[in-house]
């Protein structure tokens, strides 16, 4: 992510999100606009599967502003873009992650439709063509079975009812809690190790708590995590773009 903030400037009513593009080694990268009233410096990111260029500006900002900004990183969006995993649907015979664990997805006519963890392979059987829908479908059950477990374990180490969980398909974010206490969390993160999943839940879980991050928060966090949270961060930052790429 580029930042970069400038002082002084007369605000202006904030917008809605606004969409342009602009041409990133060769291809049309578009670029969403969003204008935040609490942002005191203009962001600049590619979403985790380099489906566009995301600038989120203070409401001093113009949107000739940003476009110039993001241009003139034109280079550092190029290496962004090209450190993005491509897509790549799990085949019979390829690997898949789950729980932190490379498994080889294998087939078999007399396996069951519905996969099956079989020594160190994911294992099922039914039409090739339904495959990748079946194996998403399967990791999505397996995500609210876990995060299920994950958030009562923190809940009750919080000392607050568990919430209602939800799976999220975002683009952005691993995790939300809502004002109601409604937790979702990005189904994706069953494919990373189980430490750095459980991090996402304790966050959400503390803001149960803490509805901001603040030093309480912070503190809540640290005291019902039972891992290594700057090492779950490191984790995410590095590999959560990869966790995109079987299924797009």
């Known amino acids: 992510m580029i930042d970069w903030l400038?002082?002084?400037?007369?605000?202006?009513?904030?917008?809605?999100?606004?969409?342009?593009?602009?041409?990133i080694a060769g291809r049309e990268l578009p670029v969403k606009i969003r204008t935040l009233r609490t942002a005191r410096r203009m962001t600049l990111r590619i979403a985790p599967d380099?489906?566009?260029?995301?600038?989120?500006?203070?409401?001093?900002?113009?949107?000739?502003?940003?476009?110039?900004?993001?241009r003139e990183r034109s280079d550092w969006l190029a290496r962004q873009l090209a450190a993005v995993?491509?897509?790549?649907?799990?085949?019979?015979g390829e690997a898949l992650a789950y729980r932190g664990e490379r498994l080889t997805v294998a087939w078999s006519s007399g396996a069951p439709r519905r996969p099956v963890l079989d020594d160190g392979?994911?294992?099922l059987g039914g039409p090739q063509e339904s495959l990748q829908r079946r194996?998403?479908?399967?990791?999505?059950?397996?995500?609210?079975?876990?995060?299920?477990?994950?958030?009562?374990?923190?809940?009750?180490?919080?000392?607050?009812?568990?919430?209602?969980v939800l799976l999220s398909?975002?683009?952005?974010?691993?995790?939300?809690?809502?004002?109601?206490?409604?937790?979702?969390?990005?189904w994706r993160l069953v494919m990373a190790p189980d430490f750095v999943r459980r991090s996402v839940v304790a966050h959400e879980v503390a803001h149960l708590v803490h509805f901001d991050h603040g030093s309480g928060f912070h503190a809540f966090l640290d005291a019902i995590y039972d891992g290594d949270l700057p090492a779950a961060?490191?984790?995410?930052?590095?590999?959560?773009?990869?966790?995109?790429?079987?299924f797009g």
């Open 6 to 23: 400038r002082r002084g400037g007369k605000p202006r009513p904030v917008a809605p999100s606004e969409r342009r593009s602009l041409t």
């Open 50 to 70: 380099g489906s566009e260029a995301r600038i989120t500006m203070p409401p001093w900002g113009r949107s000739g502003e940003a476009l110039a900004f993001a």
């Open 85 to 92: 995993p491509p897509r790549t649907a799990p085949e019979v």
């Open 121 to 123: 392979a994911i294992l």
């Open 135 to 164: 194996l998403q479908r399967w990791l999505e059950a397996e995500a609210l079975r876990l995060f299920g477990e994950d958030v009562a374990a923190f809940a009750a180490a919080a000392d607050v009812a568990a919430p209602r």
């Open 169 to 186: 398909r975002a683009r952005r974010r691993w995790g939300s809690c809502t004002s109601g206490g409604v937790v979702r969390l990005n």
């Open 233 to 246: 961060n490191r984790w995410l930052k590095r590999e959560g773009r990869n966790l995109y790429a079987p």
